[in-house]
């Protein structure tokens, strides 16, 4: 059953008209979708008060169709993301950062769409200086193919080294467009983020004039198929936005298919958190495997994935994909290295199989937007927001307070010094 609407078409169509940024505007001229910065996002988050918007993963395209669905049921916000390790260059999946705004429009339109979507380049990561370079040139090609969001991720480098890059890669994004930065590599319970890491990085970007709409942070999570009951840590994360509030940043949480409904509700209440990733748990929903409320996929005794009989994808299929795992020596959370082999596969599947892929994630995450973040009903307060602002960039919510003569790269250096961190273990940590 539809949700009653609490905005009018005028108001659908005026927001359509002047909240879309330039680049959609450009690449959709007669599109009917409300693609918006990120930044729009937020602010309706924040306006509701303790709601997070989920940020889907998009790793096939019938995860965005389920979860555009979802979002127009709970009359909510939503936005639709893929990461640089599952959509960049070296790509596992069809869905690229290239062509997910063209699928997202394409669906909007098709499905009469009418809530706010922003469009994000998830982890877009920075692994070592030398990254830099090549990032300068393709970060443009993202906002050129339809991004209205990106979360530059160099938190695998030393804070100093992570700062620095934030800063040498902002004039790169556009001022209009969502912006998240990360602090602490994601390792699980290891290498957790301080407030002191969480400080430097907000306060040397505040001097300069960057103001993120979002900080990332290690709190206790990890990504893929949570192993153990370790999961988000509330009150670190609680601490740490407490810490940061003078700068006026909202949190983004990673890995939440790992963590029961119960935590996810208490991150809704307990911190500031605007914006929360589930990317596994909604690519094992739309196959068809089994999974427990909180989308962590049920394993049995082998080890193996448990499939349901006429639920996502067929039998058959499931079938091949495992067949095709075997063969490639691919177990557990790696099983995501089949999106892109089988994307066109399950295109190919009849039409009732696809809409049950689809509809199978619309009904996960309509209980999530609605039971546990909290999100029902803000896509009107985001349409609002576009409307009072009157135009596709909102601005920025901080203003600067830090000296940016104690911010040069020099001080930055120094400063890294002194800043109380545990990097945890190191290794190729997934992304």
């Not at 505040?206 to 949570?226: K, M, R, V």
């Not at 689809?358 to 039971?371: D, G, H, S, T």
């Amino acid at each position: 059953m539809s949700e009653k609407k609490l905005y009018t078409s005028t108001d659908f169509e005026k927001a359509v008209k002047i909240g879309r940024p330039p680049n959609i505007v450009k690449l959709f001229p007669n599109s009917k979708a409300l693609i918006v910065s990120g930044k729009f996002i937020d602010r309706g988050m924040i306006a509701k008060g303790k709601a997070i918007v989920m940020a889907a993963n998009g790793r096939n395209n019938f995860v965005i169709r389920g979860a555009l669905q979802a979002a127009q049921r709970a009359n909510a916000a939503i936005i639709i993301e893929i990461a640089r390790s599952e959509g960049g260059a070296d790509a596992y999946c069809a869905v690229n950062y290239w062509n997910i705004a063209r699928q997202v429009d394409a669906l909007c339109n098709e499905l009469k769409i009418t809530i706010p979507v922003a469009i994000h380049a998830d982890h877009y990561g920075i692994k070592k200086e030398q990254d830099i370079e090549g990032a300068k040139i393709e970060i443009p090609t993202l906002f050129e193919a339809g991004m209205t969001s990106i979360a530059i991720d160099a938190s695998h480098m030393p804070d100093d080294e992570n700062l620095l890059a934030n800063l040498e890669l902002n004039p790169f994004v556009p001022e209009w467009a969502g912006l998240e930065t990360e602090v602490g590599e994601i390792k699980g319970k290891s290498g957790l983020s301080t407030v002191d890491e969480a400080l430097f990085l907000i306060r040397g970007l505040n001097a300069h004039d960057i103001f993120p709409d979002w900080i990332a942070l290690n709190n206790g999570t990890t990504h893929g198929i949570e192993a153990s009951d370790q999961g988000i840590q509330v009150d670190l994360t609680a601490k740490i936005h407490k810490a940061l509030t003078k700068y006026r940043i909202s949190g983004a949480q990673h890995g939440t298919s790992g963590n029961s409904s119960e935590r996810l509700k208490e991150i809704v209440a307990k911190t500031e958190t605007t914006k929360a990733n589930v990317a596994t748990a909604l690519q094992m929903i739309s196959w068809g495997l089994e999974v427990n409320d909180y989308g962590n996929a049920i394993l049995d005794n082998d080890g193996n994935f448990i499939k349901i009989k006429g639920e996502g994808a067929t039998e058959k299929m499931w079938a091949e994909m495992v067949a095709c795992a075997e063969s490639k020596k691919i177990k557990g959370g790696n099983y995501k290295k089949l999106n892109l082999p089988f994307e066109n596969r399950f295109f190919g599947q009849p039409k009732e199989i696809r809409e049950r892929m689809a509809k199978r994630v619309e009904e996960f995450i309509y209980n999530m937007l609605v039971n546990v973040f909290n999100a029902k009903d803000t896509a009107p307060i985001t349409i609002e927001e576009i409307l009072k602002t009157g135009t596709y960039n909102p601005g920025v919510k901080a203003e600067r307070l830090e000296d940016p003569y104690e911010w040069t790269p020099e001080k930055i250096k120094k400063r890294a010094a002194s800043v109380t961190t545990d990097k945890g273990p190191k290794g190729d940590f997934d992304d």
